[in-house]
């Protein structure tokens, strides 16, 4: 198949998608896209931008003010144009969710956990600790009782600070194994986290995007439009099986992972990629003052290093 009719394809698949999260689309385009470009553009720009994946105004409108309720964005208006900018809750899920989606495989283990104990206290919500830990790769042993082997020490101190129990849990940094059996330390890992599960949507990842890499490595380059569809379906893709995993080190992985060649193959792709759609970027999109903004230093330290 040429480029044009993978990339037909890929909104063919997206589209089949039930439901339809518009919401969740338009996060991983100020995420992926504006973040690092200054977060803040014209609503039309975005219409525009999801108008070939089937998206139409209405379905962008509804979702964008449950994003602004949800404090993720909010919108400025200037005459008849709404802008919407990253509010400052977006900013900060924004540089937690980074780590995840562009950093490489962990290989530099040392063996050490992190424990957050949940006392029965009145002022802890279990239930939603155990959420919000979750997303933060933090695996369950028991209801009070959550492990990583190596957890952002920073970001799950925002998290607990944002639940306001930063000072009713106990942790335990840099707790060790040492006494631990491999086997139930194995028993532990399946136990916390559903890898089986992970290791089906990576395959099912790699499945639709390596024909996609074979044929954009051989030069077949689409116009800065379609590269700039290809690369925000693909990362959406990516980023919602990355919020599933608690991204442990190789050492606790099954091997021939099949995270690390979706790691890799998303790489390499987004670097094809990267060239045209950023140029279509920066020729379609307008904030309130005028072009997007350039790219800001951190976004080319993206997997590992972008050229």
């Known amino acids: 198949m040429t480029i044009a009719q993978q990339l037909e394809k890929l909104i063919q698949d997206f589209q089949q998608q039930q439901p339809l999260r518009v919401g969740s689309l338009i996060i991983t385009v100020y995420g992926d896209l504006l973040a690092l470009r200054g977060g803040a553009v014209w609503l039309g720009n975005v219409i525009n931008l999801l108008e070939p994946l089937g998206i139409n105004a209405r ?105 306001g129990i930063r000072n009713d849990v106990i942790i335990l940094h840099k707790a060790s194994h040492e006494l631990t059996s491999s086997s139930a330390l194995d028993t532990m890992v399946k136990g916390c986290w559903n890898l089986d599960e992970l290791s089906e949507m990576y395959g099912k990842f790699l499945e639709r995007y390596r024909p996609v890499y074979q044929t954009l490595s051989k030069g077949d380059i689409p116009e800065a439009s379609d590269c700039l569809l290809i690369r925000i379906l693909m990362v959406h893709e990516y980023r919602k099986i990355l919020l599933r995993d608690p991204r442990l080190p190789d050492m606790l992985m099954p091997t021939h992972w099949e995270g690390n060649s979706a790691y890799q193959l998303c790489r390499d792709i987004y670097q094809l990629l990267l060239k045209k759609s950023e140029l279509c970027l920066s020729t379609m999109m307008e904030t309130e003052t005028g072009p997007l903004p350039a790219p800001d230093k951190e976004f080319f330290q993206r997997f590992g290093g972008l050229k």
């Open 59 to 163: 379905h962008v409108r509804t979702a964008v003010s449950r994003l602004n309720k949800d404090n993720w964005i909010s919108p400025h208006q200037v005459g008849r144009k709404s802008y919407y900018s990253i509010t400052d809750s977006g900013k900060r899920r924004f540089r937690n969710a980074t780590p995840q989606i562009y950093a490489g495989p962990r290989s530099d283990w040392d063996q050490s956990w992190t424990l957050v104990i949940l006392p029965d206290n009145k002022n802890i919500n279990k239930d939603i600790a155990i959420k919000e830990l979750g997303w933060l790769g933090f695996g369950r042993i028991t209801k009070g009782i959550l492990a990583h082997p190596m957890p952002d020490m920073l970001t799950l101190e925002l998290t607990l600070d944002g639940l």
